[in-house]
Antibody
Framework: EVHLAESGGGLVQPGGSLRLSCAAS????????MTWVRQAPGRGLEWVAN????????HYVESLRGRFTVSRDNAKNSLYLQIDSLRAEDTAVYYC???????????????WGQGALVTVSS | DIQMTQSPSSVSASVGDRVTITCRAS??????LAWYQQKPGKGPRLLIF???TLQSGVPSRFRGSGFGTEFTLTISSLQPEDFATYYC?????????FGQGTKVEIK
């Protein structure tokens, strides 16, 4: 059974940093694009970043590029999201999700974790 | 960026009702559209991708249609477990974007 479990969330002061982790199981992690999506309290979904199977390609929403860095360790079946210079507007639940590739490009997300809450506040 | 607009933002319905949700893209996205269902405290669940392809394990009462800029999710006979929030997502070009969501509530 496919399972994704995020960890590393918590309360962080503005300007601080945080690294979220996503532990994957139940599938061959190295064969899939992986993605991060966030959801601010009471709001909709916002795609954050994708990373290709071997880590050779990544994409970000432009407004977050430079502060957000996605990485992965295929030997540990894990995906990461480093967030620097945290702002109040980064407060959200962060989900990792497995990508569905069509015509050589990740398009959709078929399995999601339960999410990790990041709260940015002083 | 491609803007995705869903309507209505919420709908009240009864078990057995037919429910239709619309998603409009600010520019043509061919058939690169997915629908997700989200329940409180849970990650989203993929229902439909490529505009009309049902994800494995999703009941056939869910149906997607559309092409280009206008898309529809129809639930033919609402079941108790279908009360949730539904999101569309365009997969035509980065950054991938979602609609603002449609909450299906019990009437």
């Amino acid at each position: 059974e496919v399972h994704l479990a995020e960890s590393g969330g918590g309360l962080v002061q503005p300007g601080g940093s945080l690294r979220l982790s996503c532990a994957a199981s139940g599938f061959t992690f190295r064969n899939y694009w992986m993605t991060w999506v966030r959801q601010a309290p009471g709001r909709g979904l916002e795609w954050v970043a994708n990373m290709k199977q071997e880590g050779s390609e990544e994409h970000y929403v432009e407004s977050l590029r430079g502060r957000f860095t996605v990485s992965r360790d295929n030997a540990k079946n894990s995906l990461y999201l480093q967030i620097d210079s945290l702002r109040a507007e980064d407060t959200a639940v962060y989900y990792c999700a497995r990508g569905v590739t069509i015509l050589g490009r990740v398009r959709y997300f078929d399995y999601w974790g339960q999410g990790a809450l990041v709260t940015v506040s002083s | 960026d491609i803007q995705m607009t869903q309507s209505p933002s919420s709908v009240s319905a009864s078990v057995g009702d037919r429910v239709t949700i619309t998603c409009r893209a600010s520019q043509g996205i061919s058939s690169w559209l997915a629908w997700y269902q989200q329940k409180p405290g849970k990650g989203p669940r993929l229902l439909i991708f490529a505009a009309y392809t049902l994800q494995s394990g999703v009941p056939s009462r869910f149906r997607g249609s559309g092409f280009g800029t206008e898309f529809t999710l129809t639930i033919s006979s609402l079941q108790p477990e279908d009360f949730a929030t539904y999101y569309c997502q365009q997969a035509n070009s980065f950054p991938y974007t979602f609609g603002q969501g449609t909450k299906v509530e019990i009437k």
